[in-house]
């Protein structure tokens, strides 16, 4: 059956398992929204510990669904990582930088003697739940602003803008969209450590967290606002004949929304359970909230990572040059490696299960205060 699938059916296909990845990612950034907040609910060095030791519980698998995320679009969209990562390289080395200095700072921040103490390892986690996820905000608002590239006949890059993609920060649009994912990050790790983390005998930082949790949710909201105001009005990179000629189309994001409703219900349903799971977390004593907070950032991430790509629309248009924008069709591996692709893909949901299992394995008992006071990060 795989092997009968047409070249744009698996196009869209690869495109889709991508975005899936890049949403999950950005579920698991409730770690960095975490790290964020451990000088804002944490008072005491054991509360400290205590929401550093269940983030570290987790922090790899944000990190490993990052490196996944950047995997796939390699083996499925080659021209894509090679304009992209060989171009705009100082925002991703900047990004990866504050993951290094993530992983040094659970390794080495109880160290005896080390260097820097443990403030210091605290500002480097800050760092990467800010710096780092602003800045891939950033990135992934280049889907829709466009970035500073040209392609020569025979797909060199040359990047039109010396400050090599870190310009993108500099653009209200791509800032506002790395702000809310900042603030949801936070709003997340609010409702995760609310799940993870046993508050009988620190029961003031439980207010404390669910407090964080509606006011980092409330804060986002601007930014979130003017993303989606922005997303409906602004024009869009259309691929507008047979010849795959890229023009600027009037309101292109509102057309692809129409386009595919399912979109607009992934988008809306999102927002919904977002709400719920703040509503939950600050309103009531429920502890679920991060579950319906996580499953509707997937499927808000999901909107915004397919709507520049499907519907005849360039997913990396190029400020420099429009007819050197990327699309699904122009960037993809050729039919064979996405056919082979597909056929090791089916391993997918055997993986995620093993990770839920492992997952429920690691959280099925509550995180304490006793057992942060004899081990810990």
């Known amino acids: 059956m795989i092997g009968n699938l047409d070249y744009a059916t698996l196009q869209h296909l690869w495109w889709l398992i991508c975005s899936i990845v890049g949403a999950l990612f950005l579920f698991l950034t ?3 929204g975490g790290q964020t907040l451990l000088w804002q609910v944490a008072r005491t060095d054991t509360e400290k510990t205590l929401v550093i030791n269940s983030l570290g519980r987790k922090w790899e698998l944000t990190f490993t669904t990052l490196v996944l995320f950047g995997g796939a679009l390699f083996a499925a969209f080659p021209k894509f990582y090679a304009t992209s990562f060989g171009g705009a390289y100082w ?6 930088f504050t993951f290094i200095i993530q992983a040094v700072s659970y390794e080495y921040r109880k160290k005896q003697n080390n260097l820097l103490g443990e403030k210091g390892y605290e500002l480097f986690l800050f760092i990467n739940g ?5 800045l891939i905000g950033a990135a992934v ?3 829709y602003t466009g970035s500073n590239f040209e392609l020569s006949i025979y797909n060199f890059v040359h990047w039109t803008h010396p400050l090599r993609g870190l310009e993108a920060a500099f653009s209200l649009f791509n800032l506002s969209l790395g702000l809310f994912l900042v603030f949801n990050a936070r709003t997340l790790g609010a409702m995760y450590l609310i799940n993870n983390i046993d508050y009988s005998k620190v029961p003031d930082m439980a207010v404390r967290m669910r407090k964080a949790a509606m006011t980092n949710f409330l804060i986002s909201l601007p930014f979130l606002l003017y993303v989606l105001v922005s997303l409906l009005l602004m024009k869009g990179f259309g691929i507008v004949d047979d010849k795959g ?3 600027l189309v009037t309101r ?3 057309a692809n929304l129409f386009a595919n409703p399912w979109l607009l219900l992934f988008l809306l349903a999102g927002l919904v359970l977002v709400i719920a799971g703040v509503l939950k977390t600050a ?8 579950w319906f907070g996580g499953l509707g950032t997937v499927l808000v991430g ?3 990572l397919l709507l520049p790509a499907y519907n005849q629309t360039a997913f990396y248009p190029s400020k420099a040059d429009l007819q050197s924008s990327l699309t699904i069709f122009n960037a993809s591996s050729s039919p064979f490696t996405l056919t082979v692709m597909t056929y090791v893909a089916i391993a997918i949901p055997f993986v995620l299960a093993y990770v839920a299992y492992v997952w429920w394995l690691m959280d099925r008992k509550k995180l304490t205060t006793d057992e942060v006071m004899d081990y810990g990060y």
Do not use: N
């Open 130 to 134: 800010s710096v780092g996820i602003l």
């Open 283 to 290: 309103r009531t004593e429920s502890t679920a909230g991060i």
């Open 245 to 247: 000629t890229i023009a």
């Open 91 to 96: 925002v991703w080395v900047l990004i990866l």
């Open 302 to 304: 999901l909107t915004v």
């Open 30 to 32: 409730f770690v960095q």
């Open 252 to 254: 292109k994001y509102l």
């Open 141 to 143: 608002g280049t889907f």
